[in-house]
């Protein structure tokens, strides 16, 4: 028996029947969806609050399963999603898998590949609270999800509990992937506004349009598509904070629309007449430099002062290397947890990559490195060869930033890689190495036609 909540996506009344039949025997708690537009209202409105699991069907007349996971991407909510796909759509199952999604299935699944997906997200949220159970003996502040060790972050870190305690709002700047969304959480769950809501969104990855109704929410009939009435975000974080990521990306409209929510603390939805008033701290965050988009006139100077009252910079990963090492060996016992790997360290060489590699991407670009590591290693030790970092030529700091194509690979290319590796390991027995890759025979079959792994034995 389990204890979680999962919610099913899926416009097949089979499989929704199905799915419902096997998770309910199994003690969890369900809920049910048959089109993707419900699906969002409901998540728009509530967040994903408490949900274990989305199992999310890839098509679907109305909202397709993709736009559902760009969807929930852009208001960041944390919720592993699986993707149900026909053979006939691999290929949104990997689009879906860029996308963030936990996992995919292709249908018709046996329940205990379900069941084996739900083991290992129920078993990462039972992690995640020893951490945090941890983190509180350690006196660490229990909603501090952050690792660090540097004077410079510490330096950050401390600013941000203590503008935390006052309800101005913050502008967090910083590379890419230096955690500025992590240090805007930090800051709502050790603020007087922690018992409430705190939601996010990227202004950069919605259009206008869906930017606008987002924030604002709409009344139906308000623009084409617009059949039911849809609450804002504004709204929905009442009273609690607003993390807007990616701010330097906001329109003119848009910003204008903004500036009269700080001024006047209420706002119009679209196509509304009547005002709503709300109460609600901004956060926001950016990876320009605002003061120039001001300069420039392309960022309002009155929202830039209303929103950034205090600001806090993020230093670059390369400029706090004590860090480095301390987020390796975290992003490592997450990963070999989650894959069921007995990885327990690096070797002295591959340490002395990493910690001498100038991460363009910052902490993100680690998290990936580490990953990718996780799955290609095959002893106890992550070796350089297995991180994107390493050249053939074994020359191990790079001065400069390579290339995007020779740091970042695809996850299908990772697939590919590994799939490979033990088609080799196994002398080419494929019953050998599916069992190995605890895939079904057929469905290797399958990869190795898609991948062109045919030739692997004269290899
Ligand atoms: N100090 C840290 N400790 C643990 N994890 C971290 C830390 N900093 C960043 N991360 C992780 O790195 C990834 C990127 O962090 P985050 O999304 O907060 O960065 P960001 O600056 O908001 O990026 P972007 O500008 O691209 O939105 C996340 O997975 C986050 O959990």
Known sequence: MYSGR????????????????????????LEVFSSGSALMTCLENRGADECDLLLLDVKMPDLDGIEILQRIKALKLEIPVVIMTAYASINSAIEAMKLGAYDYVTKPFPKEKIFGILEKVLERKELLKENSALKDELGHPAA???IFASPSFTEVHDMALLVAQSDSNVVILGESGTGKELVASLIHQNSQRASERFLTINCAALSDTLLESQLFGHV??????AINHQKGLLDAANNGTLFLDEVGDMSPAIQAKLLRVLQEGDFIPVGDTKAKTVNLRFLAATNKDLEEEVRQKRFREDLYFRLNVIS??????????EDI???????LRKYAARMKRDISDFTPEALQLLTTYNWPGNVRELENAIERAAI???????????????????LPPVAEAPRAAERLVSLETIEREHILHVLKASGNNKSRAARILDIARRTLDRKIEEFGLDDVGAL
Do not use: M, Q
Request: hydrophobic residues 40%; charged residues 25%.
């Open 144 to 146: 501090s999800p952050l």
């Open 325 to 331: 090492e301390l987020l390796a060996r975290h992003f």
């Open 220 to 225: 139906r009939g308000a623009f084409t598509g």
């Open 312 to 321: 806090l910079y993020l230093p670059p990963l390369r400029e706090r290397a």
């Open 376 to 394: 290609l290693t095959r002893g106890p030790l992550i070796r350089p060869e297995t991180l994107p970092v390493w050249r053939s030529n074994g």
């Open 6 to 29: 999962v919610i099913i996506c899926d416009d097949e009344v089979e499989i929704l029947r199905y799915l419902s039949k096997i998770l309910s025997a199994k003690g969890l708690d």
